[in-house]
């Protein structure tokens, strides 16, 4: 029966999610059980493709990428894909009226890892973290608003700064993988070799200021997502400030991280304010 094949498929996309990141899997159990399988899918393509531009050394990356993005649209056209991960996002794409340029704008930045190994304007840095991250949050609000246009419009542009946080949040946690293994550097104006407080502190103010913005947006979420990316939020914040506690040489020399104790307060403590602040 092909409904066993695509309950088999989103299955598959959990399953990614659940091992590739476990903060991310917890803030997707906290959403409504109605939406968490469409996430899982959005999550399982992007990581997927994310994983061939910066994992799969030795291999033809390009060729990869490039095989990855046909088979989707060969998936999206057919209805169905024996890739789990491509089978479960194209139903999740035509479900919620996920637009293709969101799509292309993801592609087009993970083709760009392959080539760019700096980013020195600022142009080219929101221009990739807009694809990167951005139209991936774009993806999820679509699910959480179940596609509704108006609902989307209204809190498309907090969802971006939202996107936004998490990547640049991102960047400074990853930034010793980026700069030793990978050599690359998305912060414009920013000599990684030399990283210092100053240039610390502009990056966490610009971050704060993105949280700020995307804070507005959660609160207005429909019930069956507002908790969940409210937890993400909560998770992001907590490591925005180890980051900003921690020295930048430690940094560039380490991957900071938030323990699952802490995790586990977090969700706790995020649940009481939930219910005290963001309830309708």
């Known amino acids: 029966m092909k409904q066993l094949f695509d309950d088999v498929s989103f299955k598959c996309s959990r399953l990614v999610t659940k091992n590739y990141s476990t903060s991310f899997s917890l803030a997707v159990y906290m959403l409504s059980p109605s939406i968490r399988d469409a996430i899982y899918s959005i999550y399982g393509f992007v990581r997927f493709a994310d994983e061939i531009v910066d994992s799969f050394h030795g291999f033809d990356k390009e060729n990869l990428i490039n095989d990855f993005e046909n088979d989707y649209y060969k998936a999206y056209n057919?209805?169905?894909?024996?890739?789990?991960?491509?089978?479960?996002?194209?139903?999740?794409?035509?479900?919620?009226?996920?637009?293709?340029?969101?799509?292309?704008?993801?592609?087009?930045?993970?083709?760009?890892?392959?080539?760019?190994?700096?980013?020195?304007?600022?142009?080219?840095?929101?221009?990739?973290?807009?694809?990167?991250?951005?139209?991936?949050?774009?993806?999820?609000?679509?699910?959480?608003?179940?596609?509704?246009?108006?609902?989307?419009?209204?809190?498309?542009?907090?969802?971006?700064?939202?996107?936004?946080?998490?990547?640049?949040?991102?960047?400074?946690?990853?930034?010793?993988?980026?700069?030793?293994?990978?050599?690359?550097?998305?912060f414009p104006g920013v000599d990684l070799n030399s990283f210092d407080e100053k240039a610390k502190k502009s990056i966490i103010n610009e971050i704060k200021e993105d949280f700020k913005i995307a804070y507005q947006g959660i609160v207005k979420l429909p019930i069956e997502a507002k908790f969940g990316v409210y937890t993400a939020y909560v998770y992001y914040k907590k490591l925005l400030k180890k980051l900003e506690n921690t020295p930048c040489k430690e940094i560039g020399n380490s991957r900071i991280r938030v323990s699952n104790y802490t995790k586990a307060t977090l969700l706790a403590q995020s649940f009481v304010t939930y219910k005290l602040r963001l309830v309708e």
């Open 78 to 186: 057919s209805g169905i894909s024996l890739n789990p991960i491509l089978n479960s996002f194209q139903q999740t794409v035509k479900q919620y009226n996920i637009s293709d340029d969101l799509i292309q704008a993801f592609l087009k930045s993970m083709k760009m890892d392959l080539i760019k190994l700096d980013y020195n304007s600022k142009a080219e840095y929101e221009e990739y973290i807009y694809g990167s991250a951005d139209v991936v949050g774009l993806m999820c609000l679509k699910v959480f608003v179940s596609g509704k246009e108006h609902k989307y419009e209204e809190l498309k542009d907090q969802a971006m700064r939202l996107g936004s946080a998490f990547q640049k949040v991102n960047f400074l946690r990853d930034l010793k993988d980026d700069n030793l293994i990978l050599n690359r550097n998305y």
